[in-house]
C-alpha cells in the first residue's frame, strides 16, 4: 500500500472542493504549523460540507480523523476537522450569492447599533439587557435617519435589524452597546452632531475607500473616522492584508513587477515538463498545473524550489522599499496607519466587557513624522518562520515592524502555482 502524502493529499482534496459546481471560493483565513483554517464560500453550504468529508475521504485521509463538530467562533454550522499529523486542518463552511454574510451580519450590529441609540436618544445607561437595547432600535430606525448616508444603505441597515437575532446576537450587542459608551464619552469632551454609519456609502467629503466603519461629526463640521475592531482583550486583529503586486503598483513600478518572472523563471525549468515556450503562460492555470503535477511525484523538490523563489519575493520587495525612503514612508502611513489629510481615523476595539482606543497604531504614526532611517530586511528574525521578515525604523528611538509573505492559495494555485503575487500581511509594531 503506498504510503500516505498529507500534502499531496490536502491538495487532491482542495482541487475538487473548488470545483464543485456549488463552491464559489475556497481561500485560506489563517495558518500557523499547528492549525490551517479555510474559508469555503457556498451556495449550498449544507452540500458543501458533505462534499469536503467525501473528498477528503477519497484522497485518503483516515474515516476517524475527518470530525463534523461546532466552532461558535469560526462559523454558526458545524465545521469539518481533519488532523492527520502535527496539523489541524480547519474547514469553515459560509454563504454567498444571496445568503447574509454572518461576518457582515454580526458587523453591522456592533456598527449600526451605536449610530441609531445615539442619535435617536437612546443612553446606554437606560438600556436594561440585551433585548431591550434590541428593541430600542427596532423601535427608533426609521430610513429618514441621518446616521444613513443614502436609501440604499437605509434599507440593508433594515435587513440587518430584522435579522440581527440570526448571528452572534448577545456577543454583537454587547460590543455595540460598548461602543455606544465610548461615543458617549467623546461626546462629553467633543459634541458630537451626527454619527454617520459607513457602511457601503461614505459621508460628504468623505474618499470612497476611507477604511472607517462609523464616522463621528463633531459640531465644527470636522468629522473623524472610526474602525471598529472586535475581538478579545489580548487579541491582535490583523493590521494589513495585501499582495506583492499592489505594492509595486504603489512604487510606480509595474515594470519592475513584472520582471520578477526572470528571476524566478530558472526555479520553474527544473520543473519536470516545463519549457521555456511555457514562460509565456506566466500567471495562467495551465502552467500552475503543470507545477502541480511536479509537486504530487515530488514535494520535497517542490518545496525547495518554492522556498527558492520565497526568498528572491522577500529580498525583491526590501529592495523596493529600500530604494526611496520618502514613499516608503507615506506607504507605511497610508496602508499601515490609514491616515487621511481630511478625516482622520482612530480604532476602537470593542470586546465583551468594553471598548476603548486602540493606540498601537498611533506608535507608528508618531515614528514615522520624526522617521530618519527606514531600512527593509528579508531576513527571517530569530524564531520567526522562513515566511517572515520586518522593516526597521529610526529616530533616536527605534520600531520594528513584522511582515510575512506567503501563499493564500490552495491546489494548484497554491506557491509555485501563485507566481510572484504572493500575499503581503503586516502583524504587528513594537518597541527594540
Not at 1 to 21: D, G, H, V, Y
Not at 282 to 304: I, V
Request: charged share 25%; hydrophobic share 35%.
Amino acid at each position: 500500500m503506498p504510503q500516505f502524502n498529507e500534502t499531496l493529499a490536502l491538495n487532491q482534496a482542495l482541487m475538487a472542493i473548488q470545483s464543485a459546481k456549488e463552491v464559489d471560493d475556497v481561500s485560506v483565513k489563517k495558518a500557523s504549523a499547528t492549525l490551517v483554517t479555510y474559508t469555503i464560500k457556498s451556495k449550498d453550504r449544507l452540500t458543501t460540507r458533505e462534499g469536503v468529508r467525501s473528498q477528503l475521504l477519497s484522497a485518503g485521509f483516515p474515516k476517524n480523523k475527518v470530525i463534523q463538530k461546532l466552532v461558535s467562533s469560526e462559523s454558526s454550522m458545524e465545521i469539518i476537522e481533519t488532523k492527520p499529523g502535527r496539523t489541524n486542518y480547519r474547514f469553515v463552511f459560509k454563504p454567498t450569492r444571496g445568503g447574509m454574510s454572518q461576518t457582515t451580519l454580526n458587523a453591522s450590529i456592533t456598527e449600526l447599533f451605536p449610530c441609531i441609540a445615539f442619535i435617536t436618544g437612546i443612553k446606554s445607561r437606560s438600556v436594561k439587557n440585551n433585548k431591550d437595547f434590541y428593541n430600542k432600535i427596532i423601535a427608533n430606525n426609521n430610513p429618514s435617519l441621518p446616521c444613513y448616508v443614502n436609501a440604499r444603505d437605509a434599507a440593508a441597515g433594515k435587513e440587518f435589524i430584522e435579522k440581527a437575532e440570526n448571528g452572534k446576537f448577545d456577543e454583537k450587542v454587547k460590543n455595540a452597546l460598548n461602543v455606544l459608551r465610548w461615543i458617549e464619552g467623546v461626546n462629553r469632551k467633543h459634541p458630537i452632531t451626527n454619527v454617520f454609519w459607513g457602511y457601503r456609502a461614505k459621508p460628504k467629503g468623505v474618499r470612497s475607500n476611507h477604511p472607517g466603519d462609523i464616522f463621528l461629526q463633531f459640531t465644527n463640521g470636522q468629522m473623524l473616522g472610526v474602525s471598529l475592531k472586535a475581538g478579545g482583550a489580548t487579541t491582535d486583529e490583523p493590521k494589513l492584508n495585501t499582495y506583492v503586486k499592489p505594492i509595486y503598483d504603489f512604487y510606480g513600478k509595474s515594470r519592475e513587477y513584472e520582471a520578477l518572472r526572470d528571476k524566478l523563471w530558472p526555479q520553474y525549468m527544473q520543473v519536470s515538463g516545463v519549457t521555456e515556450d511555457d514562460k509565456k503562460r506566466w500567471g495562467t492555470k495551465a502552467l500552475a498545473m503543470k507545477t502541480y503535477e511536479f509537486e504530487k511525484t515530488n514535494p520535497t523538490a517542490y518545496d525547495a524550489l518554492y522556498d527558492q523563489n520565497l526568498a528572491i519575493i522577500k529580498q525583491e520587495l526590501a529592495n523596493l522599499l529600500n530604494s526611496d525612503m520618502q514613499k516608503t514612508k507615506r506607504w507605511l502611513l497610508e496602508n499601515l496607519t490609514n491616515q487621511d489629510r481630511e478625516v482622520p481615523l482612530v480604532v476602537v476595539k470593542a470586546t465583551q466587557v468594553t471598548a476603548r482606543r486602540d493606540k498601537s497604531s498611533d506608535v507608528l504614526t508618531e515614528a514615522l513624522a520624526s522617521v530618519s532611517s527606514i531600512m527593509a530586511s528579508p531576513t527571517p528574525k530569530s524564531g520567526s518562520s522562513k515566511q517572515g521578515w520586518f522593516i526597521r525604523l529610526s529616530d533616536g528611538s527605534r520600531l520594528e515592524l513584522d511582515f510575512t509573505t506567503r501563499t493564500n492559495k490552495v491546489g494548484a494555485m497554491h506557491k509555485m502555482g501563485q507566481f510572484s503575487n504572493l500575499a503581503v500581511k503586516f502583524n504587528k509594531v513594537k518597541k527594540v
